[in-house]
C-alpha cells in the first residue's frame, strides 16, 4: 500500500460516518441503522461504492433517505467520508465489509433499496458478480417486501448476465435500457435527470472514452 493509501485508510477509521467490523461489531449494527442516522427515513445501500461520490450525491439530492456505500476498500472510501463530512452530510454513512457478509450488518427487512454501481464484471468468476443468483439470495434477506434494486454498468457481460437473472427467475422488472442518456426522454422530471447525471468515479472514466451505460430497476421479491 502507498504512503498516501495508508494515511487515508488511517484516517478514515476516526471518521464518525465510518463504521468497519473492528471498530463496531456487527451485532451491534444491524436493525439499529436509524438510531446512527437519528430518524426512521428509509435506507438505500450502495454495494461496491468505490470512493462513494454516488451515495454522496445521492444523499444531497435526497436529504430524507439514509445513504449507506459499502466496499472492501477503506482507503478509496475515504474520499466520499470526507466529503460527506465537509458538507455536514449526515444522512450517509460508509461501511467497510466485504459484500459477501452483508447480512450480517442489516435486519431483515431493514433496506429499502440497493445500488449496485459500475460492479467488478468478473468475467471468469460469474459468482462473485454482485448481481448473481448467490447475491440477490443475499439482499433478499435484507430488503423490505417490494424493496428495489437498480443497477448501472458499462459492461456489456455483466447486464447480459443480470438481465438473464431477471428472466430466469422472474424478478419483478420495472424499467432496463442499453442506452442511459441515449434514451433519457426531454420531458423527464429534473429529479430523475438529476439522479441519472450524478456519475460514480468509474462511470466518468468509461463515459470519457465513449463507453454506453446501461441501467435496469427491478424488485427480487
Ligand atoms: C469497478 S469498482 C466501482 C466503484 C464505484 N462503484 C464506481 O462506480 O466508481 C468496483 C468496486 O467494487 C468493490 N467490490 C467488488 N467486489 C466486492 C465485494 N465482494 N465486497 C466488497 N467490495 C467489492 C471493489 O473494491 C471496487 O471498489
Known sequence: MGKDKIRRFAAVKEFPNFFEPVIKEPSSLGGNWNKHFKNDNPIVLELGCGKGEYSVG???????????????????????????????????????????????????????????????????KPNKRLSSKIFMDRYREILKPGGIIHMKTDSDLLFEFTEELIKEENYDLIELTWDLYGDLPENIDPITRDIFHIKTHYEKLFTAKGAVIKYCKFRIS
Not at 477503506?74 to 457478509?101: P, S
Open 58 to 124: 445521492l444523499a444531497q439530492h435526497f436529504p430524507g433517505k439514509n445513504f449507506i456505500a459499502c466496499d472492501i476498500k477503506g482507503a478509496r472510501m475515504f474520499i466520499g467520508a470526507e466529503q460527506a463530512l465537509e458538507q455536514d452530510l449526515d444522512n450517509v454513512a460508509f461501511l467497510r465489509t466485504k459484500i459477501d457478509f452483508i447480512t450480517d450488518y442489516f435486519s431483515s427487512g431493514e433496506v429499502d433499496e440497493i445500488w449496485l454501481t459500475f460492479s467488478d464484471p468478473q468475467p471468469k
